[in-house]
């Protein structure tokens, strides 16, 4: 082929969950419509995110809990390009690696499913005291604000598993997933209430799948690049940028929401305390309305919060990652900081 990569197998690395399973699978079908002469091979593996699951996510500390070991894989060149969920990658890549696709967004809101015996409530109209399961502090802090007559307590395991642990047991009365992964696995009628901005901001680039691949890989990175979606591939570098400013990650409340209307990006981000009374919340906007330029040359490998994205104008993205540092230093200005570092000090010691 062309590209360079015909001849040979292009192997996709993935985690072994149901979810990532399907994730990865939408992506090489995707590739294969675009390169029907190749041979797609994937290969799944367990991460430290997998392996621990009696911990909290945010206790664990590690950055890069469900990427780490795909990440090795990618370096060893024993797979070409690796699928992740976006919200899993940290802001910073390690040296020699790079987003080379960010996939049209899936709805980014987040979602309850409720116990069986609580259907067609909403988290309003559920008794005081009922306990709502969810590993994020970010949905936590958000969501103890709006409704402190419920309680919230940790749930791990993979889709499958928090669903059976809600439907099974009666510890849960409702639990908080991605309204993005439901929908994948194909779950969309357990969905009992989508929770909007303003109920709950989401995560840094959930509802986005991300194509990691090696920098300098050239082949795959052009073959990959075909995937990225303008409109999303803006959106998560404002809230990737912001994030990275911020020094957010997984053991601190960090949300946001983004919006791409009439040439102009919206960006809304927010940081809490970890019981949500202390919060900090502010929206901003910049045109990202530039045409796209011939930037061969020197500019080739730039990223943007890691991401190359060349069939995005430069300036655009520029512009979006502006965005995203301007909010985060508002917010730093406001006192954020000190929000932030009291989350992360509470949370080491709980």
């Known amino acids: 082929g062309e590209n360079g990569v015909g001849g040979r197998a ?15 699978d939408s992506v090489v079908e995707m590739l294969r419509e675009l390169h029907p002469d190749l041979h797609f ?20 500390g590690e950055k890069s809990l469900f990427t780490k070991e795909l990440e090795n894989a990618l370096e060893r060149n024993e797979v070409d390009l690796v699928v992740h969920s ?20 899936e709805n980014p809101l987040d979602a309850v499913v409720f116990h069986p015996k609580n259907c067609g409530k909403t988290l309003s ?21 709006k409704f402190p007559q419920l309680e919230f307590r940790d749930i791990r395991g993979n889709l499958n598993t928090r669903l059976k642990k809600l439907d099974e047991k009666e510890d849960f009365s409702a639990i908080i997933l991605a309204a993005a992964g439901l929908k994948r696995m194909g779950w969309e009628n357990r969905i009992g ?24 890989d050239q082949e795959i990175l052009n073959m990959v690049s075909a995937l990225h979606d303008g409109e999303t591939v803006l959106r998560c570098i404002a809230e990737r940028a912001f994030m990275k400013r911020l020094e957010g990650g997984c053991s601190v409340p960090v949300a946001v929401n983004t919006m791409l209307k009439d040439g102009q990006l919206y960006l809304t981000g927010a940081v809490y305390s970890l019981d949500g009374s202390d919060s900090l919340k502010e929206t901003m906007q910049t045109s990202v309305n ?61």
């Open 290 to 350: 530039y045409p796209q330029q011939n930037e061969d040359g020197p500019n080739d490998d730039v990223q943007h919060v890691g991401i190359t994205a060349k069939n995005v104008p430069g300036q655009a993205q520029e512009a979006a990652e502006n965005l995203g540092v301007e909010l985060a230093c508002l917010l730093l200005s406001k006192g954020a900081k000190h929000i932030l570092s009291v989350a992360r000090q509470l949370n080491d010691a709980c």
């Open 86 to 105: 976006l919200k899993d990658l940290p802001t910073s890549l390690p040296p020699g690696f790079t987003i080379g696709a960010i996939c049209k967004r």
């Open 193 to 216: 209430q989508l929770l909007s901005p303003e109920d709950c901001l989401y995560a840094v680039g959930q509802g986005a799948l991300a194509v990691e691949v090696r920098a300098k």
């Open 41 to 60: 091979e994937i290969v799944a593996m367990s991460t430290t995110g997998d392996k621990i699951l009696d911990t909290a996510l945010s206790k664990i």
């Open 125 to 145: 109209l559920l008794p005081e005291k009922s306990v709502i399961g969810t590993s994020s502090l970010r949905r936590a802090a958000q969501l103890k604000k």
């Open 10 to 24: 292009v192997r996709v690395g993935t985690r072994r969950s149901q979810l990532a399973r399907i994730q990865t």
